[in-house]
């Protein structure tokens, strides 16, 4: 029952750092209560891409008349779709499995509580607990959960969350998606794309609160050319629930309408998973919101306490908590390792999606920085266009005095992939002109990062630059 490390959490961060434990030859316990690969695998990250790269293949098919393509009566199989994307998991989770074990770190599924700086109990599914202790160090990777809303509890049928959500098998004909956050957006629009009529109540004054409002107004253009009713500063204040509907009362700026919808999703946001797992009478310190505070070597106030991803802090990324994993292993097992990391790149999967990295124009301007911004519009690409997704822009900031870059954002096809030249380029200490000078191929999205650069040295070839 004794190991050198002891993983809690078998998510994107956790299973991560038990394989890097064990690649680092730390003999590691990984404790997962659920499901290897946590919500990430299981109900979020991977469930919902597989739902809307369906949904939006099929809104493609549907609507690709002007490319000379017309399919008559089609027929989308949401059951079939979902054993589809549930094959997707159980490869994915398994593979998981497999390579924790083929690394040498042991699984245990069970609920953990930490008991000392060096001891953990387990109590497993079955009833039974048992003690471990970890000579070398605690890695805790819980995550997050739902929040939930007084008088909007989950019910799983006409109330539900983001993890009904992944797993319908059908398409519910109306449908109020009560936060108009990331969650909310990405399986709203899915389901919006097989039929369903969504309407979002945000308690913000912008959709996607905390993110560049030049790129959010592409994706709200076109959730309402969809037909969404969007409402703004608004707040679901009560919900009636008879004959199989939902009737919620929407209060905006003190001005109340009530909505009919056969489903309502609850996605307003995430609290750590910090409680009740014995890290108080540890004396591991905490935020106000419940975070675990870390230092850059992810080491808690307790030298033999770590901690990794969501419940460690903001922002809640899959891709963040990995590398936090990969931190933490290689501390325990004596590196020199530490978060050094310039850019945290993040990518939102909304219609047309949303990449970031480093700052924005303006916290740039917040920091005193003058800034000077490149531009070039999806419309100007021929490759955009011969994929008929011309929506959206790329923009780049970049110090004014010398032309480093300081982040890039970008709202159009296939934003996720395009944002990883940006990342490498921010955390090699680029400047616009290593980006602009690096010959891109052609036609490809990928030029019009180039071009974007281009523009912010008044170079650029395909938009016309400022005089």
Known sequence: MEYEAIVIGGGPGGYVAAIRLGQLGVKTLCVEKEAMGGVCLNWGCIPSKALIAAANLANKVRNAQ?????VKDLEVDVAKMQEWKEGIV??????????????????????????????????????????YTATKGIIVGTGTQMITIPGFEPDGETVITAREAVSLQSAPASMIIIGGGVIGLELGMVYQKLGTKITVVELMDQLLPGTDPDLVRVVQKRLKADGADIHLKSKAVKLDKSGGKAKVTIDTEGKEQVVEAETVLVAVGFKPNSAAMGLDDVGVKLDQRGHITIDEQMRTNIPTIFAIGDVAGMPYLAHKASKEGEIAAEVIAGHKAAADYRGMPA???????IATVGITETQAKAEGKKVTIGKFPFAASGRAMAVSETDGFIKVIIDEADHQLLGVAIVGPEASDLIAESALALEMC??????????????????GVMEAFKHALGEAVHVMNRR
């Open 430 to 447: 680029a400047f616009a002109e290593d980006v602009a000078l690096t010959v891109h191929p052609h036609p490809t999205l990928g030029e």
């Open 90 to 131: 159980h490869k994915l989770t398994s593979g998981v499995t497999s390579l924790v074990k083929g690394n040498g770190s042991d699984i245990a599924l069970g609920t953990a509580k930490i008991t000392g700086p060096n001891s953990v109990e387990v109590t497993t599914t079955d009833g039974k607990t048992d003690t």
């Open 347 to 353: 990518a939102i999967f909304t219609d047309p999606e």
């Open 66 to 70: 002007h490319m000379g393509i017309t």
